[in-house]
């Protein structure tokens, strides 16, 4: 192909999605809407990352360099599209910047967004400063701070993670599980338990989805060597008694109600779809499925692909993904899009 | 918000005023039936670090709650009241007031050990009752088991001399557990071992309740096995916030044993 692939997003997706083009001698043109590249890991502040224990800014960084040091991609930074038109093999972006990129495919790259926990208000975030988000925990974490109650820097002694914070809950309308949160949550648990040894983590949860290997290496370890109390309830409510956070709920295990004294609450928020996906969807002329992500045309046979040809997706803009999965997306969407754009202009002649 | 499952409300719960009028409204007897709440305020999380300091209870932070224990438990075909499962979890949340609810029979497991196989996660939840009824006993919510006091008599006479003496062993167990020495089936053991008129074993018997003859070069092994059973015991104590040693024996009357 001798025009570039347009990949849209700069995360673990896009730019493993770069990265494997560059690789076999493609050029592709790298629109980031943020000032910098990295995704979520990178842009979020993320600390150590699930199943290496590297931190963030070590593992995403090096695919970072990686690509923007390389010939091969253009990297626009700070930057969107507004327009997309033509056929595989023949596609025109016009930039937000009134430039235009002549492109063989495109690839969607373009993540989610991490919900917002004052969409459920009874669970106190935005209410009391000592109710946080795991992304706050993870920042906590990768700026060298450590876990520290956000009204007044002392140590926590007592934490509660809250999970399916934004997942499972047809009441806000997000019926879908966001996958990761309970691997990240046992990880959060063991690096608290590790940074304060005299702070006893619970974990709230309706169900544990350490998926896969990480079911021992996660929930068991959390368990076993981190002695991490694991409660099967869902709060009803956080509120406070003027000192501590008091959490409310069904210990479900003894059907009695709990109201108990907590220094920090942890949401382990969900993925929700981007929050442009609508705006992606019209651009682009890709459908979105029922829960607002960017549809996958099959799930067996075309690795990638819309419901537009010529235009493919990796990563959590499809759903709740992992980094890892994303990684594999990218280079599957880049091969799709490096093969699939000429067989597929060549079918339509 | 209070849950009301009838099978969850408890006679000690029921408030009843026999004599109550408000704002005129007489609503005494049961029109005026409230039931306490059974909320749980707050997590104890020394309860558990003390049942883990206990032989047999270092596994408890383990449990996951499946249940497969009680599912396979003896004792709870024969008495449904007796679970393992609900009993480590309230041990790991810190439950004390609801633990000490079952102290007369959490002592009744029959150490089959169907639960340490069955457990997925090595809880060993049979080491966890003989921890939870060891720390019964020695928070004085229970009175010392015949099996505890039949051990420390067993153990008291290896320790002195090395050797263990029946006879001995059994007046001591007899007496410390306030049974006759004169009982049917011991009169008539002794009876129908008369009959054989086993001289020998009688003068072993009585020599060596007489001489009470010891291992040789015991004096040494015995130092050690004191000092270490003392480390233990005070290390035990200590992680339960006991200052002073347990009462021994049937000297120490049930009266005495809930304070």
New interface residues.
């Given amino acids: 192909m001798n025009k570039p692939v347009l990949i849209l997003g700069g995360g673990p997706a896009g730019l493993t999605a770069a990265h494997a083009l560059a690789s076999i001698g493609q050029k592709s043109v790298l629109v980031e809407k943020e000032d910098r590249l990295g995704g979520a890991p990178i842009l979020s502040g993320y600390a150590r990352l699930v199943p290496s224990r590297e931190w963030a800014k070590d593992a995403i960084g090096g695919m970072v360099e990686r690509v923007a040091g390389n010939g091969l991609v253009d990297v626009r930074t700070s930057m969107t599209v507004k327009e997309f038109s033509g056929e595989p093999g023949n596609f025109t972006a016009k930039l937000a910047d009134d430039s235009t990129i002549e492109a063989g495919a495109a690839v969607l790259c373009t993540g989610f967004t991490h919900f917002d926990s004052v969409s459920k208000p009874e669970w106190g975030f935005g209410t009391y400063p000592d109710v946080v988000t795991t992304t706050q925990v993870e920042q906590m974490f990768s700026s060298g701070q450590g876990v520290r109650c956000p009204s007044d820097g002392r140590k926590p002694k ?1 934490v509660a993670i809250l999970l399916c914070v934004g997942s499972r809950d047809r009441q806000i309308g997000r019926e879908w599980c966001s996958k990761v949160c309970c691997t990240v949550s046992c990880n959060i648990a063991m690096e608290i338990r590790e940074e304060l040894p005299d702070c ?1 983590v ?1 974990i709230y949860y309706m169900d544990i989805r350490t998926f896969g290997l990480y079911e021992d290496l996660y929930y ?1 370890k959390s ?2 060597e981190f ?1 991490v ?4 309830a869902r709060i ?1 409510e956080v509120t406070s008694d003027g000192e501590k956070l008091i959490v409310k709920g ?2 479900t ?9 907590f220094d920090l609450v942890v949401h382990a928020i969900g993925m929700d779809p981007n929050v442009d996906n609508m705006l992606l969807s019209s651009i682009f002329g890709v459908e979105l499925q029922k829960h607002g992500h960017i549809a996958r045309a099959s799930t067996y046979s075309a690795m990638g692909a819309t419901s537009r040809p010529g235009v493919f997706v990796a990563g959590a803009a499809t759903g709740p993904e992992t980094i890892d999965d994303s990684i594999a997306q990218g280079q599957g969407a880049a091969m799709a899009a490096l093969a699939g754009a000429p067989a597929v202009k060549a079918a339509a002649e | ?3 009301h ?1 009838k099978s ?1 409300i408890r006679p000690e719960n029921l408030l009843t005023h026999e004599n109550l009028e408000i704002e005129g409204i007489d609503v005494s007897g049961h029109w005026s039936t409230f039931i306490e ?7 104890n ?1 020394a309860l558990e670090d003390e049942i883990a300091a206990l032989p047999g209870g270092e596994n408890i ?2 449990c ?2 499946c249940g497969s224990c009680t599912n396979a438990c003896t004792v709870n075909a024969l008495n449904p009241d007796f679970n393992p499962r ?1 009993w480590i ?2 041990v ?2 810190g ?1 004390e007031q ?1 633990l000490l609810r079952d102290k007369d029979i959490i002592w009744q497991c029959v150490s089959c050990h169907k639960c340490t196989y069955v457990c997925p ?1 090595d809880v060993v939840p049979e080491g966890v009752m003989k921890a939870t009824a060891h720390w019964l006993e020695l928070k004085g919510h229970r009175p010392k088991s015949p099996s505890m006091l039949f051990d420390e008599v067993f153990s008291e006479q290896v320790f002195a001399t090395g050797k263990i003496e029946e006879g001995r062993t059994l007046r001591g167990f007899f007496q410390r557990t306030g049974q006759s020495l004169t009982q049917d089936w011991l009169v008539e053991m002794i009876k129908r071992l008369l009959r054989h008129l086993p001289v020998k074993l009688m003068i072993i018997l009585g020599l060596a309740n007489v001489i009470r003859p010891r291992t040789r070069g015991w004096a040494g092994a015995r130092a050690a096995i004191e000092e270490y059973v003392e480390e233990q015991e005070t290390r035990q104590r200590q992680a339960l916030g006991l200052d002073r040693p347990p009462a021994t024996g049937a000297e120490r009357p049930l009266a005495e044993a809930a304070e």
């Fill in positions: 007592r006893h619970y068991w368990q076993e002695k109390k694991y409660i099967k009803a069904e210990d295990l003894v059907k009695r109600p709990i109201t108990i004294p | 918000m209070p849950i499952e969850l709440s059974r909320v749980v305020t707050d997590y999380e932070h383990r996951w709650q609900f979890y309230l790991r949340m439950m609801e996660r």
